[in-house]
């Protein structure tokens, strides 16, 4: 089930990696679909969140 990412976590560099199913001891309204785990490893995150370079002033 890869689908496309909310709009945070794309622009965040976050990839999907798994929906999965778990007991809670609440239960809250979309649990019937089950939790999502993204992920960004630190070389992921490094290339994508370099320093812009200043403006000139």
Request: glycine share 6%; no cysteine; charged share 30%.
């Amino acid at each position: 089930m890869d689908r496309p990412l909310p709009p945070a976590q794309d622009r965040a560099g976050l990839r999907y990696v798994r929906t999965f199913f778990e007991e809670w001891p609440e239960t809250i309204e979309g649990s019937e679909h089950g939790d999502v785990a993204y992920a960004l490893t630190r070389e992921e995150w490094a290339r994508t969140n370099r320093p812009k370079p200043a403006m000139p002033t």
